[in-house]
């Protein structure tokens, strides 16, 4: 079975150019955790309609049904949504290895799309995703929703504008204290039913059905995402390479494993990645099953240190902390000059500049309004398909690092590793049968 669905809509859907003031028809497919806080995102806005909803979980749609507040179109198969020739645009907030398959086929029907973050479970599926959305014309929007939140960027402006002075590391923080017990440890079952389970597989490997696999704990499983490194990794990411003017490392490596927990979970739960990138600057992911008190700096997100500053960002705001510099050189330590030469150090150092604190919110509906802003006027969004590619592929290196144990060289143009073939085989899956990568 070929990606692409058989639509008869896809070219009148293609066509239709919108006015200014006129409402764009959605249709939003997987309706869970996030799925479900994206739609508040989109039902506060008022030029858009929610013409069409699909989930295989019906409390789910149900519930969403309920939320928007008329009637609408409901689908259990998501192609048969793609069919519909008065939906504008999708909204797919589907587990992760269903991005890729459920976005090209969308922009294959001539429709526009939202996509949740991680943009894709394999570094090669993202490239597809790009090269789909530029060979359909489609106007894409990855859900790293902090791209349109003002208060971000005034932050990553700041460091850009060389507001730290040099920026030489940056570091980020996922501290959750799951215990030992985690996600648990349930025992292999027969699904639901045979169409639910291979609907929730799809392209992915097929394996015993397990509750873990499903819903929001198949975060921790390989076939279907890449673990917090990826799901939360991908907004700190994809801000520090903002930051820094720059999307794409040089270099990474790894180290954790599950150290913490005994749960059933393939994913670890203590992990550390770094991260080189062109100017010298290292970047770290730091992921800890353990007491969160102050284990990351004032319980930051994100930590940018350059000569003259550091930065925190937090999920309601930014704060500058200035550096007191030297304005003579490191004096040299002999045993006759000592006293009176760091003295003179001591003495030198000057603050930079005074304290500052952005207060500002994150929320998804602004992210939500830039997208729908982009359909209409065809401009690309905050976080357009190819931002997403690359603050996704960011976190998907860190992890093929881990699984190889190694230190490897990235090179950005060719997206593929330069000094590990073994490694580069991580880059892309086959997709079971009948799924395929052709459309």
Not at 239 to 251: G, K, M, R, T, Y
Request: neutral net charge; contains cysteine; glycine residues 6%.
């Amino acid at each position: 079975m070929a990606l692409a669905t058989t639509a008869t809509a896809t070219s009148l859907s293609a066509r239709r150019v919108l006015g200014a003031n006129e409402r764009i028809r959605l249709g939003f497919i997987g309706l869970g955790n996030r799925g479900d806080q994206v739609l508040d995102a989109f039902l506060a806005q008022p030029d858009m309609e929610v013409v069409a909803l699909c989930d295989i979980h019906p409390p789910y749609l149900n519930f969403a049904a309920r939320k928007v507040g008329h009637p609408t179109r409901q689908f259990g198969d998501w192609r048969k949504l793609l069919d519909l020739p008065d939906v504008d645009a999708v909204v797919i907030c589907t587990p992760d290895h269903w991005h890729a398959p459920m976005m090209i086929a969308a922009c294959e029907a001539g429709k526009d799309v939202y996509v949740e973050k991680p943009l894709s479970l394999r570094v090669a599926e993202g490239r597809r995703m790009v090269n789909a959305a530029r060979r359909h014309n489609r106007v894409v929007q990855v859900g790293i929703h902090r791209r349109s939140a003002e208060v971000c960027q005034r932050a990553a402006e700041l460091v850009r504008a060389g507001g730290l002075g040099k920026v030489t590391s940056a570091r980020c923080f996922h501290i959750q204290n799951e215990g030992r017990i985690g996600i648990g440890n349930p025992p292999d079952q027969a699904p639901p039913s045979e169409q639910f389970w291979n609907d929730w597989l799809g392209p992915a490997p097929m394996k015993p059905y397990n509750i873990n696999r499903t819903f929001y704990e198949f975060r921790w499983f390989r076939d279907y995402s890449g673990g917090q490194l990826t799901n939360f990794g991908t907004h700190y990411l994809d801000f520090i390479q903002w930051a820094l003017d720059c999307d794409a490392p040089l270099s990474v490596t790894a180290m954790g494993g599950k150290l913490a927990v005994e749960d059933n979970r393939e994913i670890p739960d203590t992990l550390e990645v770094l991260w080189q990138y062109p100017g010298g600057t290292l970047v770290n992911f730091t992921q800890y099953n353990t007491n969160g008190a102050l284990a990351a700096p004032n319980n930051a997100q994100v930590e940018i240190r350059g000569t003259e500053a550091t930065l925190y960002l937090f999920s309601n705001r930014f704060e500058v902390v200035p550096e007191r510099a030297p304005t003579v050189p490191f004096p040299r330590r002999n045993p006759l000059e000592r006293r009176s030469v760091e003295r003179v150090y001591r003495e030198s150092f000057r603050t930079c500049r005074e304290p500052l604190t952005v207060k500002g919110s994150q929320a998804t509906t602004f992210h939500a309004r830039n997208f729908l802003d982009c359909i209409k006027t065809r401009a690309r969004c905050t976080c357009d398909v190819e931002i997403g590619h690359r603050s996704t592929t960011a976190t998907l290196l860190g992890n093929v690092a881990h699984e190889m144990q190694a230190l490897l060289t990235w090179d950005r143009e060719r997206e593929c590793f330069t000094n590990h073939p073994e490694a580069n085989r991580l880059l892309d899956y086959e997709y079971r049968p009948p799924w395929t990568h052709e459309s």
